[in-house]
């Protein structure tokens, strides 16, 4: 299913079941064109592909996973970008845990959490996306890529939950 023409390729294996809550092992994935077009329609499809789980359009969970969602392909855009060559982001439901994976061309390029300037108008998103995620990191993708992932909890913990 293409929804643009900056969505290349998409797979999805999701499956909700029909009281709208989803089923463990959910998978959405998605290549876009390395464009600010394609970071944009990365959000957007994430936010879609959450509510079809059963994740509803604007709650916390659904915000705060279309933030990271948004930061990770703007970086893929920007600093993982090879002419030619797209970009992925993969969505996995296991639980109440999103794995969010984005993946580029350039694995050369490791994101750094480093300071940003006081004035300075980019260096904050890696800063968003571990305030965000309760885990985050790289991993190589060979040949030449990388992939950064973050897991986010759909659901606050409860009392006794390990």
Do not use: C
Request: charged residues 25%; glycine residues 10%; aromatic residues 4%.
């Amino acid at each position: 299913m293409t929804h643009s023409a900056d969505a290349v390729d998409t797979v999805s294996t999701a499956d909700t079941a029909s009281t709208g809550v989803p089923l463990a092992g959910d998978v959405f994935a998605v290549r876009f064109s390395s464009t600010h077009r394609g970071a944009r329609l990365a959000r957007l499809l994430t936010a879609e592909q959450l509510d079809a789980w059963g994740v509803p359009y604007g709650s916390r969970p659904a915000e705060a996973a279309a933030l990271v969602v948004a930061e990770l392909a703007a970086n893929a855009v920007q600093h993982g970008r090879v002419p030619g060559r797209d970009f992925e982001v993969r969505l996995t439901l296991e639980g109440d845990v999103l794995r969010i994976a984005v993946s580029d061309a350039r694995g050369e390029r490791l994101p750094v959490l480093a300071e940003a300037a006081e004035d300075g108008e980019s260096g904050r998103g890696l800063h968003l996306v571990a305030a965000l995620a309760t885990a985050w990191g790289t991993e190589p993708r060979p040949p030449s890529g990388k992939t950064v992932w973050a897991e986010l909890r759909l659901r606050a913990p409860r009392p006794g939950d390990v």
